[in-house]
């Protein structure tokens, strides 16, 4: 592993921006509140630590992509604050959703404050994320701004629309590959699109250079989540550590599930009898790999990836800043949980 | 009651621009999630009707706010929607925070479709609020359009620390008059502070003509959250109709609550005791009332009042416009229900 330099000066300016940002919300009379955002910020409670965190994967591939145009990426902080702010805005608020007790190894926000108190929090969240948009204006023209924030509207509300098709999925028989990617789209591409396709904006970048960055976002973002549900099955969490954890308990509808169910075999109708217990999840996963999912999502996930790497090289990003994009782009695709 | 020309034709436009900005969401595959959000904006589904919708308050006081400082109000359309959108986000998820079964004599959105997509929709809705005032930029500067946007988007973090306040108080002990203030600003004042003021910079308003609009905004929130604390134990509904609906049974912490338990009175001593039946409200109503909280109440709604005028006066709004607007804060202020 190479020493990424920019990467490591650029993570402390994240979190210091972070803090900046959510300290709007800190007055004496709504004191605990402001803490409910710092707890699942990982930054105080019991657990608080750079684990609980996260990866701050988004604003870091914002940044690095301004920094790639060969551009200043201090002046971008604050939109990677709100990249980061929206994240978290949607785990909060998905978390309720799916009922989530943990959280990178702590109690979710629901757990811990209650459920009205949780979605209070992703509401604030996602509000600061727009104050901190609102101070593009003092580095970049009020136009750059404008178009900065469109982009991040829109990318939310393909959001909420991948949100309601992950939802609504979970009760829908009949479903094929073809529903899988307008959710997978607005759940996870939808963003990191955003975060690329912004990066480029703030670094001043042509409107073909925008529009690779935007697409290296958008296949990242695909590719991120078919390895995803590919270690949804076959990861060691999934096979050997928390066997509850694994998509065909919890009853998720990932990309090799909704291919296991189109070839209509022994695992459809295994699947169509009710819920499968966490001791069945070995043979289960097995016979799913024999109708040929395990490969075909493999497979997949390499086409994004190619098609992420390809859209990035045509970006053509600059100096140390392109170089820890591909490896930022490595680790996320090769990750093994 | 006279014919209040300007609005009667504001009306229409902003509930077509409502659907306009709503639309976005409007794809074949996510067709029932935009359903949940034309359900809850009263335009579909069992009960669909012009009472479903709601007054649309926020956003005429927006537009007779810019057509009183002798500007077209048509071109701040899309911020007028913007406001009622962000009202409607937060009555969804106060819906489901409060737990509340009816909105507008129909069944909430977390009762109808579950509180998952309950949280969804009413983020989608607040998304949407951003998507239309992105459209500000077309018809005003970008600097114009930002402000609108900071201005509104700080409203609604004072909107989410109110509603943690409101939350958390009730729970609470030892609560004074003093702490409902900061609860109601942000609540109520917080969001109608946001459409008068922006109303005053659409209309291109000088600076101190803002302060005294946004002013008025601000003790019109206040005036009609204290009346609405009048009416919530001494209201028609609250008495006789539906006596559940009483805050008195309810518990929350409204104006004349906080002022009776400061008495330390018979009504403290009762409170104290648990909770409050639908059979004692009227008994309990009267005995806070001998206790000084009724004429303090209205009294301070009197004040709130006055001040909301006064400033009013001061911001000088023209035309029919300004007559509009006299009478829509004497119609909030004077409800019986």
Known sequence: ?????????????????????????????????????????????????????????????????????????????????????????????????????????????WKKYREAHAINVGDSLFILAHLSLSELKDKFTAEVALKAEAVIDRACLDLTRGQYLDMSYESQSGLTIQDYWPMAAGKTAALLSACTQ??????????????????????????????????????DNALMGKSTDSDLVTGKKSLPVLYGLGKNGLFARRRDEGPVSAEEVRTLAEQLAREGAK???????DQMTDLALQSLRQANPQAEAGEELFELANQLLNRQS
């Open 1 to 109: 592993m190479s020493l990424k330099v920019l990467t490591e000066s650029i993570l402390p300016a994240i979190e210091y921006e972070l803090q900046r940002q959510v300290a709007r919300l800190d007055e004496p009379r709504t004191r605990p509140f402001y803490e409910m955002l710092t707890y699942h910020l990982g930054w105080t409670g019991e657990g608080a630590s750079p684990e609980a965190s996260g990866k701050r994967i988004r604003p870091l591939l914002l940044l690095l992509t301004t920094a790639a145009c060969k551009a200043g990426w201090k002046p971008a902080l604050p939109a990677a604050a709100a990249v980061e702010l929206i994240h978290n805005f949607s785990l909060v608020h998905d978390d309720i959703q799916d009922k989530s007790d943990l959280r990178r190894g702590r109690p979710t926000v």
């Open 198 to 235: 912004v990066g480029a904006i703030l670094g001043n970048a042509d409107e073909s250079t925008q529009e690779a960055y935007r697409d290296f976002g958008h296949y990242l973002g695909l590719a991120f989540q078919v390895h995803d549900d590919y270690l949804g099955i076959w990861g």
């Open 295 to 301: 490969a075909f999502t493999q497979e997949t996930a």
